[in-house]
């Protein structure tokens, strides 16, 4: 289990470096990751949300009575977009407690390499669209308040300030 930033972080506005060495520890990240997101809990994470300034990350989107699918998808693309496009009610690991509608493509086709260095495309619709297009954003350092209005995101960063200076001076907010 790691330690999730939260919003604001420089971090979670960088851009985040292309995998480029398929080992042990590339699985043990990916290990961690999944472990954190499901304790979260979450169904995707990047690796940025944790520190890390790699183009990885894992979701598993599968509801609670479907067997678990846990992904890593690294140096992921998107290679197709519907044009067809719906909203979302998102929230973020990174920025508890607030949700606001996005509206994204309803379905995309991704590309990545897999934790063995194999080349994967797949097509994503319904809540997997929404979730790996929340998450290649958190690795160009974007994050879903940047889809809303100036007030709306200033008043989410604000509130994220203070929850920040509160856990800072152990407070309970
Ligand atoms: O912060 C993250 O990247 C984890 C996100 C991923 C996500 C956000 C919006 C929509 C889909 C996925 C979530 O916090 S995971 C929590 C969650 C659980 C069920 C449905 C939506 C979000
Ligand atoms: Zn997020």
Request: glycine letters at 6%; aromatic letters at 6%; hydrophobic letters at 40%.
């Amino acid at each position: 289990i790691r330690p999730i930033l939260l919003h604001p972080d420089p971090r979670l506005k960088a851009v985040a470096k292309p995998v480029t060495a398929f080992d042990e520890s590339l699985r043990r990240l990916a290990e961690d990751m999944l472990e954190t997101m499901y304790e979260a809990p979450g169904i995707g994470l990047a690796a940025p949300q944790v520190g890390v300034m790699s183009r990885l990350i894992v979701m598993d989107c599968s509801r609670d009575d479907e067997p678990r699918r846990p992904l890593a998808l690294a140096n992921p693309e998107i290679a197709w977009r519907s044009e067809e496009t719906g909203p979302y009610e998102e929230g973020c690991l990174s920025i508890p407690d607030h949700f606001a509608e996005v509206v994204r493509p309803k379905a995309v086709e991704v590309t990545w390499i897999d934790l063995e260095g194999k080349a994967q495309r797949e097509r994503f619709e319904g809540l997997w669209a929404v979730c790996v297009q929340h998450e290649i954003d958190h690795l160009n350092g974007k994050l879903f308040i940047d889809y809303l209005g100036t007030i709306k995101r200033g008043v989410i960063t604000r509130k994220m300030e203070k929850l920040k200076r509160d856990l800072a001076r152990e407070k309970p907010h």
